[in-house]
């Protein structure tokens, strides 16, 4: 189990991490809203991709060398082998959103959806305010305490969930009736023609990213229902605490949206 301090450390620096993610977000909305600075966008996009890889994705991991490496039947070396396969398939599942985006600004360029920009701050924010949660639990059970990783696991799932409903139920006007309704209240004007995937290239390119990203949403979402059962039935405790696959690649979800906010909501003139 790890010391008092370090535990202390570990949740602080979880902490100060959101707090940037937070500030940063806020500036590059305030950027889009004024003077739409494009390098300034793809600036704040790429540190806020590099503090979530690197503090809350744990990249520097993956240069571990358990001490008991040479017995394949260790908990230390599976976990280590289990943890480069994971990054692998993120690797590959990169490039399909890598390609989501050359589809983007190869259809849009320097225009956009014409979205709600209000709501797509929340959705946004929502998603990061999961990622610290998801970071939190985490430790939690690093250092052995199971009721507090349940209990953040649990509102990670629930901000994951009300993401997922804002993007598709609102976003996609699921249900015309409450999406207007809401939209409303984020400022949107009553009587707007709602985005469809037949809106032309702008309704192709939003629904094709936000479609695949909601699905890896959906799958993070069950992640984390599965280890919330299985830490509600004791399996997990602070020597093997295998969540950390479930955590990463919900991160990755948060990573992939930190690009796709900007790309739909905020670079270029909305058409």
């Known amino acids: ?80 082998t289990n943890r480069a396969g994971l990054w692998l398939f993120l690797l590959s599942d990169a490039f399909v959103f ?18 709600n920009q209000n709501l797509g701050l929340f959705v946004t924010v929502v998603l990061l305010v999961s990622s610290f949660f998801m970071n ?3 430790t939690h059970l690093h250092n052995g305490n199971r009721a507090g990783f349940l209990k953040n696991t649990m509102i990670t799932f629930i901000l994951g969930l009300a993401f997922l409903l804002g ?32 809106s032309g290239v702008a309704g192709a390119a939003f629904f094709m990213m936000t479609g695949m990203h909601a699905f890896h949403v959906l799958t993070g979402l069950i992640f984390l229902a599965v280890i919330w059962v299985n830490g509600k039935r004791g399996l997990y405790d602070e020597k093997q605490y295998p969540v950390e696959a479930a955590a990463v690649y919900w991160h990755f979800i948060d990573v992939v949206w930190i690009f796709f906010y900007p790309a739909l909501y905020l670079i270029g003139t909305a058409i």
């Open 1 to 80: 189990m790890i010391n008092k301090q370090e535990k202390t450390n570990l949740l602080s620096q979880g902490v100060f991490i959101f707090v940037c993610l937070a500030v940063l977000t806020l500036l590059e909305f305030l950027v889009a809203v004024t003077f739409n600075s494009l390098v300034v966008l793809v600036v704040v996009a790429l540190v806020k991709a590099g503090l979530v890889l690197y503090y809350y994705m744990h990249m520097s991991k993956l240069n571990e060398n358990p001490d008991a490496a040479t017995d394949h039947e260790s908990y230390a070396f599976k976990t280590g």
């Open 98 to 115: 890598g390609g989501l985006m050359a589809m983007r600004l190869n259809l849009l360029g320097l225009t956009r959806p014409d979205l």
């Open 167 to 198: 993007v598709v139920m609102i976003e996609w006007h699921a249900i015309p009736s409450v999406a207007e309704a809401v939209l409303h209240l984020f400022g949107e004007p009553a009587g707007r023609t709602p985005l469809k995937p037949s």
């Open 136 to 138: 939190r639990g985490e």
